[in-house]
Nanobody
């Protein structure tokens, strides 16, 4: 059983930056595929960044965030991060980290494929 807890959301002006954190307990994340999803009101859930188990090393980014967002792992702390730069109002959403031990690809699978989810953290980009 894995528990995921996100933090780091907040209100930021357009062009600003935030770093989201997701800490895991119950198991090491090295053996899990990790995804960052976001859900905006009235929109479908979007996988913004995904990575396979840490032996893979590759990271996927949605076109909407490519070049602005960067995901990473810290195995020693059992945490994953999503650095978000050059934020836009369209980035406003609740952001979730998700994990699953059976996904081997770096690509974002459908949300239903991820077994473990954090509680979400609100990111609001507004002037």
């Amino acid at each position: 059983q894995v528990q995921l807890v996100e933090s780091g959301g907040g209100l930021v002006q357009p062009g600003g930056s935030l770093r989201l954190s997701c800490v895991a307990s119950g198991s090491t994340l090295d053996y899990y595929a990790i995804a960052w999803f976001r859900q905006a009101p009235g929109k479908e859930s979007e996988g913004v960044s995904c990575m396979g188990p840490s032996s893979d090393g590759s990271i996927y980014y949605a076109d909407s965030v490519k070049g602005r967002f960067a995901a990473s792992r810290d195995s020693a702390k059992n945490m994953v991060y999503l650095q978000m730069n050059s934020l836009k109002p369209d980035d406003t959403a609740v952001y979730y980290c998700a994990a699953d031990p059976t996904i081997a690809t770096m690509m974002c699978e459908s949300p239903g494929r991820y077994h473990y989810w954090g509680q979400g953290t609100q990111v609001t980009v507004s002037s």
